[in-house]
């Protein structure tokens, strides 16, 4: 099974006091299967660490080493989305009152017929009301 993981989850993985309760869930595994997200991911992920360590959670030298082991993670980053992705996109936006962001994860799982992985709310009850294999952890 491939994934689609949202920045939610990716975060979770990276800061030192995100405690995701993963049920069993295999991280090794979930690596290992194949991970695929779009190419925002990078700036949410930039985005995550630079809140951070405004709010103190974490330290300038704390956020370089996040990145660098964010830079190891094994996720095929998808290419730009086309004009027909884009619509879709912001159709789903609409449909389920998420950010352009969140859908572009569904949008993926979606195209993909992938398996979405999130810590979202809102994004896990889109995914599964759009009928898509969902995990909340």
């Known amino acids: 099974m491939r994934y689609v993981a949202d920045a939610s989850y990716i975060a979770?993985?990276?800061l030192p006091d995100e405690k995701a309760d993963l049920k069993g869930?295999?991280?090794?595994?979930f690596f290992?299967?194949?991970?695929?997200?779009p190419?925002?991911?990078?700036?949410?992920?930039?985005?995550?660490?630079?809140?951070?360590?405004?709010?103190?959670?974490?330290?300038?030298?704390?956020?370089?080493?996040?990145?660098?082991i964010f830079d190891e993670f094994p996720i095929l980053l998808q290419p730009t989305l086309t004009?027909?992705?884009?619509?879709?996109v912001v159709s789903l936006s609409r449909k389920h009152d998420l950010t352009p962001y969140d859908a572009s994860?569904?949008?993926l799982a979606i195209r993909l017929d992938l398996h979405l992985i999130s810590l979202d709310v809102e994004l896990i009850q889109a995914g599964q009301r759009e009928g898509i294999?969902?995990?909340?952890?």
């Open 12 to 14: 979770s993985l990276l």
């Open 25 to 29: 869930f295999d991280r090794k595994t």
């Open 133 to 137: 294999s969902v995990n909340r952890f």
């Open 39 to 68: 190419g925002i991911l990078q700036l949410e992920v930039a985005s995550v660490l630079l809140k951070s360590e405004r709010r103190k959670r974490i330290n300038p030298e704390q956020a370089k080493e996040l990145s660098a």
């Open 83 to 88: 004009h027909e992705q884009r619509h879709v």
């Open 32 to 37: 290992i299967n194949g991970v695929t997200c």
């Open 105 to 107: 994860y569904l949008e």
